[in-house]
C-alpha cells in the first residue's frame, strides 16, 4: 500500500515560469518530508526537507510547503531552469529506526527552454 | 562528503545466472539498504541492513538475498537471474534523520 504518493508522473514547464510538484501521504505519523532530484543514470540526491513543526522551508529557488491537515505537500522551483528537467521523489519518514523512508513514485519534471 | 559506491554502472547478464551487485560506504554508518527503480512504481526497497550481519527484507525481497559481512559493504545477490529483474538498482547509506540518505550512482541490470 503506496504511503506516498505523487499522482502527476510527468509535468512540462517553461523555462522561468514556476514547477510546482504535488505529494501526498497516508501515515499521519510521518514527522519529516524531503525531495530527492535524479538525474538519468544517477541516484537520487537529497534537495530539501521540512520537519513536521513548519509549514514552509525554503532554499534559494526552492521551497517546499507543507498542509498537514491535508497531508499534502508541496516543491515549488522558481524560476524553473532546463537544468532542473529530473525526476523528483518525494518522501517521507517517522523518524524512527532503519526503514523508515518512504517514498513516492516520482514526477519526471521537463523544463522547456 | 559521504560517498556511497556501486561497483558497476551497467551489468548485461542471462537468465538463469547468479549475480553479485555491491555497495561500498566510506564511513562507518550501520544503515545500508537496496532499492529497485522502475519507471511508474518509483523506489522499492528491496532489503536494508542495520549492522553487520543482520539483515530485513523490504517490500519486494522475492528472487534476491544480501550479505553484509563488513559494515562496509553490502551486497545484493540475484541467485538466479530473471528477465523481470532486469531495472535500475540503487544502494543507499542513511545519513541521519535531516537529511535522509545518500544513494550510489546506481546500476543498470539488463538480464537476456
Known amino acids: 500500500d503506496q504511503q506516498v504518493k505523487q499522482n502527476s508522473p510527468s509535468l512540462s514547464v517553461q523555462e522561468g515560469r514556476i514547477s510546482i510538484l504535488n505529494c501526498d501521504y497516508t501515515?499521519?505519523?510521518?514527522?519529516?518530508f524531503l525531495w530527492y532530484k535524479k538525474y538519468p543514470a544517477e541516484g537520487p540526491t537529497f534537495l530539501i526537507s521540512?520537519?513536521?513543526?513548519?509549514d514552509k522551508n525554503e532554499d534559494g529557488r526552492f521551497t517546499v510547503f507543507l498542509n498537514k491537515s491535508a497531508k499534502h505537500l508541496s516543491l515549488h522551483i522558481v524560476p524553473s531552469q532546463p537544468g532542473d528537467s529530473a525526476v523528483y521523489f518525494c518522501a517521507a519518514t517517522d523518524q524512527t529506526g532503519a526503514n523508515n523512508l518512504f517514498f513516492g513514485t516520482g514526477t519526471r519534471l521537463t523544463v522547456i527552454p | 562528503d559521504v560517498k556511497v559506491t556501486q561497483s558497476s554502472r551497467y551489468l548485461v547478464k542471462r537468465t538463469g545466472e547468479k549475480v553479485f551487485l555491491e555497495c561500498v560506504q566510506d564511513m562507518d554508518h550501520e544503515n545500508m539498504f537496496w532499492y529497485r527503480q522502475d519507471p511508474g512504481l518509483g523506489l522499492r526497497l528491496i532489503y536494508f541492513?542495520?549492522?553487520?550481519?543482520?539483515?530485513e527484507k523490504g517490500d519486494i525481497p522475492e528472487g534476491y538475498s544480501v550479505s553484509r559481512e563488513k559494515k562496509e559493504r553490502f551486497s545484493l545477490i540475484l541467485e538466479s537471474a530473471s528477465t523481470n529483474q532486469t531495472s535500475m538498482y540503487l544502494c543507499a547509506r542513511e545519513v541521519g534523520a535531516n537529511y535522509g540518505y545518500t544513494f550510489g550512482s546506481g546500476t543498470r541490470l539488463t538480464v537476456v
Open positions: 501515515n499521519s505519523m510521518f514527522d519529516y
Open positions: 541492513s542495520y549492522d553487520v550481519k543482520m539483515k
Open positions: 521540512i520537519s513536521s513543526i513548519k
